[in-house]
């Protein structure tokens, strides 16, 4: 008797580390096939993600005071998510997060031509990307796993990939981890697209939260914002958040970077190791006390302040207006089939590509 208490004792504390996850439907999209929205929630953190996209729909964690909020930029209705096509709200960006210049690159000699989106440049893998399919949902214990199968020649990438995004919660620690293999060789670079503003999404800018980048680099980019190969320290410029810095204190320095990013819009060098998890980023929010930390196997984190947003999309709670929210999206570096000294981001045939990255979420008081 003692035993089998002492053993069901052991099987609840176990399952009390996973957070509960259960699902429901969140409508259908013009072509008519169904969106299931999956809640994930552990005693200290709510977080939802849909099929569509596989992206984070919100995540719901206390202030200081255990006032709970909404931290992610998104929508309440499906219709919303469908008809913005621009900001990336909470989306796995594939098959190439960011920029590849003029959609173009060579591989085993031959030259590809990819669909093109902005500009010249192809972004966030074309334009009817990773964001706008609807992956297929599985729960696992703790979270769930999307699946999306990309047939050969899909927006120009060659070989049929097949993507697989996990979410899963465990106390106040989220981590996504992916995993991708192809029939041919073939390029990937996969990230998630969530805006934070950890006083609440709808309240206003991020400028006054603190941010700390664990990297002592930063990809420079010209004005098509594709990086131009050079590695620049960022010591003494409005790139340095080594030490922990308010966002708003250097945003609008006369500095060319800062102009062509219309503010930060780049991609940092992470100083730790690529491969093993490793900080990437540290936000901090003076007005609520919320922390987020960001862990990372990728060797770069492109750190957006929504310098593209201009207020033409609202949320349940208000307007998505300029830099109010931010993305710490952790990838390889931008445009890196067409830097042979960036980390490669080709896949063979008989490689998994494997990615991983965590964030937790804490108070300060
Ligand atoms: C890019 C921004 C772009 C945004 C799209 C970011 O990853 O770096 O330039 O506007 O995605 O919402």
Redesign the pocket.
């Known amino acids: 008797m003692r035993m089998l208490s002492v053993i069901l004792t052991m099987m609840t504390s176990v399952a009390a580390a996973h957070a509960a996850v259960s699902h429901a439907d969140f409508g259908k999209l013009p072509d008519g096939s169904p969106v299931t929205i999956y809640t994930l929630k552990s005693p200290q953190v709510e977080m939802r993600v849909m099929t569509f996209g596989a992206r984070v729909v919100s995540i719901t964690t206390p202030d200081r005071n255990g006032k709970q909020a909404d931290v992610v930029l998104g929508y309440d209705k499906l219709e919303d998510y469908v008809k913005d096509n ?3 709200f909470g989306v796995v ?1 594939g098959r190439y ?3 590849v210049a003029n959609g173009k690159f060579t591989l085993d000699g031959k030259e590809y031509q990819l669909s093109v989106n902005e500009g010249t440049n192809t ?2 893998g074309g334009k009817d990307g990773f964001d706008r399919r609807n992956w297929t949902g599985k729960e696992i214990p703790g979270g769930v796993e999307f699946t999306l199968v990309s047939p050969d020649g899909d927006q120009g990438f060659p070989g049929k990939l097949t993507a697989h995004v996990r979410y899963t919660l465990q106390g106040n620690k989220v981590a996504i981890h992916y995993s991708a293999t192809t029939d041919k060789p073939t390029i990937v670079n996969l990230t998630n ?1 969530t805006y934070f503003n950890l006083t609440g999404a709808g309240s206003g800018t991020i400028l006054n939260e603190k941010m700390t980048i664990y990297a002592d680099k930063m990809t420079p980019v010209d004005a098509k ?1 594709i990086p131009t190969g050079e590695l620049k320290p960022v010591a003494g410029t409005p790139f340095d958040f080594r030490k922990a810095e308010t966002i708003g204190a250097r945003i609008n320095a006369d500095d060319e970077q800062l102009k062509l ?1 219309k503010g930060y ?1 780049h991609n940092w060098v992470l100083n730790g190791k690529m491969g093993t998890l490793h900080p990437a980023a540290r936000v901090q929010d003076p007005a609520s006390g919320r922390v987020l930390e960001e862990e990372t196997t990728e060797p770069g984190v ?1 750190f ?1 302040t929504g ?2 947003l201009d207020g033409s999309f609202s949320g349940p709670n208000g307007k998505y207006d300029f830099r109010t929210g931010l ?1 710490l ?1 952790t990838q390889h570096y ?1 445009d890196s089939p067409n830097h042979s000294s960036f980390p490669s981001t080709e896949l063979k045939p008989g490689q998994t590509y494997s990615s991983e990255t965590t964030w937790t979420f804490s108070v300060e008081k």
């Open positions: 621009k900001t990336y960006p997060a960011n920029r972004l966030h697209h914002l990013g819009d492109q957006y310098n593209f993305c999206e931008p």
